[in-house]
């Protein structure tokens, strides 16, 4: 089966650091994508992993266990505009699969 | 630019219609999707097409159809049989299903049903 988990939803506050976690399980792997959502909009593309370790991109950084089928978003000087709904997603076998995504709400 | 168009953005139906939601993308992508969410949820797939003439049923293609006559086309028909239309509906295209690019995501369009 496919399932991928995500927490519903996080609270941080402005300047601090925030760490999404991605649980997955699916029958083929081909990378796992983060991407943002803000309410209302289309989700835009974060970070992409299909190797392990981290990927750093400015402020956000993706990490990748594909033997623990585990990743984590980490969000670095939290600004008010983060808040918004994260998604994990992972690519199997040409099609890209969803979690739940967790919303982020940042707080002054 | 490129990127990718869908229409309407917004959409009322009564029940019992069947209501066809355009998607058109110019970013000469072979691969390309219909997501469908509901509120405070994530996307679940209806149907994806990895190449033209060809496509497959995503986790909730019930009551929902689509057609690929064109690479740069991916029109989806919310049929009389989805018991529960409602939703925000999008559509995202990738260079190909198999590789490792990411998808891009038209606007939306909200279908309301009354």
């Known amino acids: 089966g496919q399932n991928i988990d995500q927490p519903t939803e996080m609270t941080a506050t402005e300047g601090a650091i925030v760490q999404i976690n991605c649980t997955y399980q699916t029958s083929g792997f081909n990378g796992l994508f983060w991407y943002q959502q803000h309410a209302g909009e289309a989700p835009t593309f974060l970070s992409y992993n299909v190797l392990d370790g981290l990927e750093e991109k400015g402020r956000f950084s993706s990490f990748l266990s594909r033997s623990k089928g585990y990743s984590y978003l980490l969000l670095k000087e939290l600004q008010m505009k983060d808040s918004a709904s994260y998604l994990c997603?992972?690519?199997?076998?040409?099609?890209?699969?969803f979690g739940q995504g967790t919303t982020l709400q940042v707080k002054p | 630019d490129g990127g990718i168009t869908q229409s309407p953005k917004y959409l009322f139906r009564k029940e019992g219609q069947n209501v066809t939601l355009s998607c058109e993308q110019n970013?000469?992508?072979?691969?390309m999707y219909w997501y469908r969410q509901d509120p405070g949820q994530g996307l679940r797939l209806i149907y994806y097409?990895?190449?033209?003439?060809?496509?497959q049923k995503g986790d909730i293609a019930e009551g929902y159809s689509v057609s690929r006559e064109k690479k740069e086309s991916f029109p989806l028909t919310v049929t009389s049989a989805q018991k529960n239309p409602t939703a925000f509906y999008l559509c995202?295209?990738?260079?190909?299903?198999?590789?490792?690019?990411?998808?891009?995501f038209g606007e939306g369009s909200r279908l309301t049903v009354l």
């Open positions: 097409s990895q190449i033209v003439n060809d496509f």
């Open positions: 995202a295209s990738s260079i190909a299903a198999s590789a490792g690019g990411e998808l891009f």
């Open positions: 997603a992972v690519r199997d076998t040409g099609k890209l699969i």
């Open positions: 970013l000469n992508h072979d691969a």
